[in-house]
């Protein structure tokens, strides 16, 4: 005999927490805070990083929960402001559990700070599916600002390269419609890192637009932003095309360049084995990035 909608969700589940005597709703387990909850009474979390959201993926998921119901707790917290639970983490299986018709859902009640709630959603959005570069970048700065953290130290809780944190949240300095285009997926993160380079915003838009429309990959668009920003040098350098230079030493500037987000020169002299590295930086704020990147500081 099939389960009627709202009374249980996820099978199994009361193997784990005993149900009352109408078998209606699940007891609270001191231990967990695991416990079944009307989703009427879940209000969104203000918090949550991900903005938009796919509605195939939402219904993929509202079919399987139908099928086999809730496998996975979500994560709530008692509204501080009222009635009912705030959620934290599991806005998909919430979503999906509304679509699917159900009106209860597995839940385990945290009490969380406000800065908990923040990087308890981020690090859920991480695991489970991408975040587009810019909402991610915006959950990173909003985490740094609540609890006071270095990229460093955030980089440590959230299981992130320290360099990848550090160079999404430099996209923030971006103007905002360049910023919807890489929400939108139209412009990649890599594509729109050059831009940071070129002071002014109506010409970073011009070459946002020329990225588009040329479909330029991040070597031609790097290509294009250092020609910009050094059109003397370009035409003095012209001679030493890559062709005559040490390919290790071509190869090795262009790791260093999307390491650091930055023009970056080598000059080697095969003679003597000396030479040089040369790090180029838009001003001081973007100096400050990369002397971090390296370790060190003013």
């Given at each position: 005999m099939?389960l009627?909608?709202?009374k ?9 927490i ?16 695991l ?13 949550q990083?991900?903005?938009?959201f ?13 099928e ?7 994560v709530v917290q ?11 983490a599991?806005?998909?299986?919430l ?22 709630t ?50 999404l949240i ?13 929400k ?16 002014d915003?109506?010409k ?9 429309l ?10 294009y932003v ?16 890559s062709?005559?230079r040490?390919?290790s ?18 000059t080697?002299?095969?003679t003597?084995g000396?030479?040089?590295i ?21």
């Amino acid at each position: 005999m099939a389960l009627g909608k709202g009374k249980v969700l996820g099978r199994g589940l009361g193997n784990l927490i005993p149900v009352n005597e109408n078998n209606v709703e699940l007891s609270k387990d001191e231990s967990t805070g695991l416990r079944e909850i009307r989703v009427s009474e879940i209000f969104p979390n203000p918090h949550q990083p991900r903005k938009q959201f796919s509605d195939q993926s939402i219904q993929e998921l509202s079919n399987t929960i139908q099928e086999h119901g809730v496998i996975q707790p979500i994560v709530v917290q008692k509204n501080p402001s009222g009635s009912g639970f705030v959620l934290v983490a599991g806005e998909r299986r919430l979503r999906a559990t509304k679509l699917a018709g159900f009106s209860k859902i597995p839940a385990i009640v945290r009490e969380l700070s406000e800065a908990d709630t923040m990087e308890l959603a981020l690090i859920e959005n991480i695991q489970r599916e991408n975040l587009n570069p810019m909402d991610e970048a915006q959950a990173y700065q909003n985490i740094i600002d609540k609890r006071g953290l270095k990229i460093t130290d955030l980089a440590t809780r959230v299981g992130k390269n320290r360099a990848t944190i550090s160079n999404l949240i430099r996209l923030l300095s971006l103007p905002k419609s360049i910023q919807d285009l890489v929400k939108e997926g139209k412009m990649t993160e890599g594509q729109a890192r050059p831009l940071l380079s070129i002071p002014d915003g109506k010409k970073q838009w011009d070459v946002a637009q020329k990225i588009i429309l040329e479909s330029w990959n991040v070597r031609e668009v790097e290509n294009y932003v250092s020609s910009y920003l050094n059109p003397d040098k370009k035409i003095k350098s012209e001679p030493e095309s890559s062709d005559k230079r040490d390919a290790s030493i071509v190869k090795l500037e262009s790791k260093l360049r999307n390491k650091f987000s930055s023009k970056v020169e080598i000059t080697h002299n095969e003679t003597n084995g000396k030479g040089k590295i040369v790090f180029s930086y838009a001003n001081i704020t973007d100096m400050e990035r990369i002397l971090d990147q390296l370790g060190l500081k003013l």
